[in-house]
T-cell receptor, first 114, second 111 residues
Framework: AQSVTQPDIHITVSEGASLELRCNYS??????LFWYVQSPGQGLQLLLK??????LVQGIKGFEAEFKRSQSSFNLRKPSVHWSDAAEYFC????????????FGKGTTLSVSS | DAGVIQSPRHEVTEMGQEVTLRCKPI?????LFWYRQTMMRGLELLIY????????DSGMPEDRFSAKMPNASFSTLKIQPSEPRDSAVYFC?????????FGPGTRLTVT
């Protein structure tokens, strides 16, 4: 069965420091891959996506993610974290076609210290 | 564009009552998804529609849950009768391709 694992439940990073959130997936082929962010009491906002092609994808708010097929990973990175990045981050996968549902990881809560 | 619209934003009801959650997808989107978010289970798919037709309802927990999409601009998720374990945030999302856009959610509390 398809699944997504986010090994880190909670991460604290100092403002200005770099960030990497881990995501591993289990899927028979290469799925579509997504990262979403959820601020408290809000809905989910798409940060970036990978369908095919260049394995390093750029997203909004200065985030990027790298797809590594050999490791079944899609880790999210940001070179310098801002206090406003504190939120919950979800990695998700979907079948590689339009109109299919997302399977989410359990999420990683990011706290930013000053 | 107004984005995905959900109503109500908050609902508090007593056990045994009927609850109806509503969703208006983004105009032109042909896929609609209902997800539920809880602390214990995280985000999980309940049901989704393509072109108003239910495609996968395997995530609907029990017969107490039902969903409809009578037209391309409206969907409902009904719980009858509601139970305390149904307390959660229910999200609606829509898409026209592979990117899903989420509504703000409905926070349901069943006492």
């Amino acid at each position: 069965a398809q699944s997504v694992t986010q090994p880190d439940i909670h991460i604290t990073v100092s403002e200005g420091a770099s960030l990497e959130l881990r995501c591993n997936y289990s899927y028979g082929a290469t799925p579509y891959l997504f990262w979403y962010v959820q601020s408290p009491g809000q809905g989910l906002q798409l940060l970036l996506k990978y369908f095919s092609g260049d394995t390093l994808v750029q997203g909004i708010k200065g985030f990027e993610a790298e797809f590594k097929r050999s490791q079944s990973s899609f880790n999210l990175r940001k070179p310098s974290v801002h206090w406003s990045d504190a939120a919950e981050y979800f990695c998700a996968v979907a079948e590689p076609q339009a109109g299919t549902a997302l399977i989410f990881g359990k999420g990683t809560t990011l706290s930013v210290s000053s | 564009d107004a984005g995905v619209i959900q109503s109500p934003r908050h609902e508090v009801t007593e056990m045994g009552q009927e609850v109806t959650l509503r969703c208006k997808p983004i105009s032109g989107h042909n896929s609609l998804f209902w997800y539920r978010q809880t602390m214990m289970r995280g985000l999980e798919l309940l049901i989704y529609f393509n072109n108003n037709v239910p495609i996968d309802d395997s995530g609907m927990p029990e017969d107490r849950f039902s969903a409809k999409m009578p037209n391309a601009s409206f969907s409902t998720l009904k719980i009858q009768p509601s139970e305390p374990r149904d307390s959660a945030v229910y999200f609606c999302a829509s898409s026209s391709g592979s990117e899903q856009y989420f509504g703000p959610g409905t926070r349901l509390t069943v006492t």
